[in-house]
Nanobody, 124 residues
Framework: QVQLVESGGGLVQAGGSLRLSCAASGRTFSNYFMGWFRQAPGKEREFVAIISWSVGTTYYADSVKGRFTISRDNARNTVYLQMNSLNPEDTAVYYC?????????????????WGQGTQVTVSS
């Protein structure tokens, strides 16, 4: 059974940093891309970043480029999202997802597996 388990969320002041983790288990993910999405109250789920398990190719949403960094540790089957210079607009539930590569990687419907989410709250 595939499991994606996020951790690392919390409350942080504007300008602060957090690192989210996503531990993956239940299958081989080497052919998958791992994505981070977020969803704020009353808003649609939004793409944040994506990384290839195999070669580490990354893509970012414009809103987080230069502030967030996605990385992976293949030995630990874990994907990370380092978030710096956080602002209140980054407040959301952050989700980890896994799926095969597609040019529509920003569309959450293209991902096969999802974690339960972790809350990130940035105070002003």
């Amino acid at each position: 059974q595939v499991q994606l388990v996020e951790s690392g969320g919390g409350l942080v002041q504007a300008g602060g940093s957090l690192r989210l983790s996503c531990a993956a288990s239940g299958r081989t993910f080497s052919n998958y891309f791992m994505g981070w999405f977020r969803q704020a109250p009353g808003k649609e789920r939004e793409f944040v970043a994506i990384i290839s398990w195999s070669v580490g190719t990354t893509y970012y949403a414009d809103s987080v480029k230069g502030r967030f960094t996605i990385s992976r540790d293949n030995a630990r089957n874990t994907v990370y999202l380092q978030m710096n210079s956080l602002n209140p607009e980054d407040t959301a539930v952050y989700y980890c997802a896994a799926g095969y590569w597609t040019s529509r990687y920003m569309d959450p419907r293209t991902y096969a597996y999802w974690g339960q989410g972790t809350q990130v709250t940035v105070s002003s």
